[in-house]
């Protein structure tokens, strides 16, 4: 669904040939014209769909080092964050279940 979404609001805009979410990286690739639109507009449309984002590279495959190392570890900080929001979980669980057993 979460994908879905994102792909139908910044493909509706006008010079958007298509747009392909990953999850596993946390990330958006989208095809235009860029006689039509820019990154910016685009950007805004995804805002506009409810979600928030930024432009990694300034043009097709113009990546720099920078921008790819931006987008690896996205998913590593975010990896992290859930990880620890799942042990407090885990822990807090386990402090109000252990008395009943040792009872």
């Known amino acids: ?5 994102v792909e139908r609001g910044v493909s509706k805009g ?3 040939h298509s ?3 990953s999850l596993a990286t946390n990330s958006c690739r989208v095809k235009f014209d860029g006689a039509v639109t820019d990154a ?3 950007l805004e449309q995804l805002r506009a ?5 930024r432009i990694l590279a300034g043009g097709t495959r113009a990546r720099t080092q920078e921008d790819l190392a931006q987008a690896r570890e996205a998913p590593k900080e ?9 042990r407090g979980l885990f822990l807090r669980a386990l402090s109000l ?5 040792l009872l």
């Open 97 to 101: 279940t252990l008395p009943a057993f």
């Open 14 to 16: 006008i010079g958007v």
């Open 40 to 42: 910016e507009h685009i």
């Open 49 to 53: 769909s409810g979600f928030d984002g």
């Open 78 to 86: 975010m990896r992290q964050r859930e990880s620890a929001m799942w």
């Open 1 to 5: 669904a979460y994908v879905g979404r």
């Open 19 to 21: 747009a392909a979410v």
